[in-house]
């Protein structure tokens, strides 16, 4: 058995609260570089052998701590890196109006590929190759000790790779994604190579932005 953890990023400094996707310069925040920490405690213990990240820099820096508990340096794969959308670097939604021009119209036609942004097929094909060949890779370590994977990805990339792996549908509610900040979605191969277990966790629940009543908001921040 081989297990690759994925790693969502931990918060973003976003005050203005556009959609960032693959633009440069968005780093985790203060609170964000706790959750890093946490996840790197939390995984701390495993028989990590490689860590590997999209190359945007809220991913590296979430990457940081978990290399640092195991001694090792951080590779970079651009097939973690966050999907493409037509709305980066806008305020989706009410905001700034963007969903009021015609222009934008035509991106918003189809949700199954979906119109709008990198299609979903594409993102299977690029995380899960990821994931594979961080599995290869690790494998030819031959060590018990450095036995294990952790990539560090984005939301919506983590969630449907995990949701091509379960067989559910591709296209989505995206305030049903299991996958919250600094959250560790896990992928167990076995000797065949086939993925035969999908565990998910939150080692950083309890940092989560909570609204009253103490639920984790929805965070579609990517």
Not at 72 to 89: M, P, S, V
Not at 170 to 196: G, M, N
Request: overall charge neutral.
């Amino acid at each position: 058995m081989t297990t690759v953890h994925v790693v969502r990023h931990g918060e973003v400094h976003n005050p203005a609260k556009i959609l960032y996707g693959r633009l440069p310069g968005y780093h985790l925040s203060d609170l964000g570089r706790e959750m890093a920490e946490v996840v790197g405690e939390a995984l701390r213990p495993r028989p990590v052998g490689l860590v590997v990240s999209s190359p945007l820099e809220r991913a590296q820096e979430t990457a940081e701590p978990i290399a640092a508990a195991h001694g090792l340096e951080i590779q970079t794969d651009r097939r973690l890196i966050e999907a493409g959308n037509h709305f980066q670097g806008l305020e989706f939604g009410v905001g700034d109006g963007s969903l009021k021009h015609p222009q934008h119209w035509r991106y918003l036609t189809n949700p199954f590929k979906p119109s709008w942004g990198e299609p979903y097929a594409q993102i299977v094909r690029r995380m899960l190759g990821a994931l594979a060949d961080a599995r290869d890779d690790v494998r030819a370590l031959g060590d018990p000790a450095r036995s294990e994977a952790v990539l560090v990805s984005h939301q919506l990339p983590v969630w449907i790779a995990r949701s091509a792996v379960e067989g559910k549908k591709l296209w989505h509610d995206p305030r049903r994604r299991q996958c919250t900040l600094a959250s560790v979605t896990s992928f167990t191969y076995d000797d065949a190579d086939e993925i035969v277990a999908v565990t998910y966790t939150e080692p950083a629940k309890a940092l989560l932005p909570v609204d009253v009543g103490g639920v984790p908001k929805f965070s579609a921040g990517a």
